[in-house]
Nanobody, 124 residues
Framework: VQLQASGGGLVQAGGSLRLSCTAS????????MGWFRQAPGKERDVVAT????????YYTNSVKGRFTISRDNAKNTVVLQMNSLKPEDTAVYYC??????????????????WGQGTLVTVSS
């Protein structure tokens, strides 16, 4: 499956951004989806994940209550709505897909396909 992420940009602290990831090439509902981010000099970490049906979501503690992950299987799209952004949210954000035949996961090593990344910069 090919993944195309978009929606990054520069925003002031407290602002919002909406990241989208569109999949092509395979049946989208065969995949759990995740958003990960990588700040300069740091490892790529999970931000949020969503099961193939959308029924189960996971958020890393630092974004709970601020970010929302959702998906539309009819449109082959997963969205990360980011509100109340902080400078520490600055990173390259990646969407990723994991075949659903094993459980949803927050471990990046278990994801099979990755998008190209979109840069989010939050100014203070």
């Amino acid at each position: 499956v090919q993944l195309q992420a978009s929606g990054g940009g520069l925003v002031q602290a407290g602002g919002s951004l909406r990241l989208s990831c569109t999949a092509s090439g395979r049946t989208f509902s065969d995949y759990h989806m995740g958003w990960f981010r990588q700040a300069p000099g740091k490892e790529r970490d999970v931000v949020a994940t969503i099961s193939w049906s959308g029924g189960i979501t996971y958020y890393t503690n630092s974004v709970k209550g601020r970010f929302t992950i959702s998906r539309d299987n009819a449109k082959n799209t997963v969205v990360l709505q980011m509100n109340s952004l902080k400078p520490e949210d600055t990173a390259v954000y990646y969407c990723a897909a994991k075949l659903k035949y094993s459980g949803a996961s927050s471990y990046k090593e278990e994801y099979d396909y990755w998008g190209q990344g979109t840069l989010v910069t939050v100014s203070s």
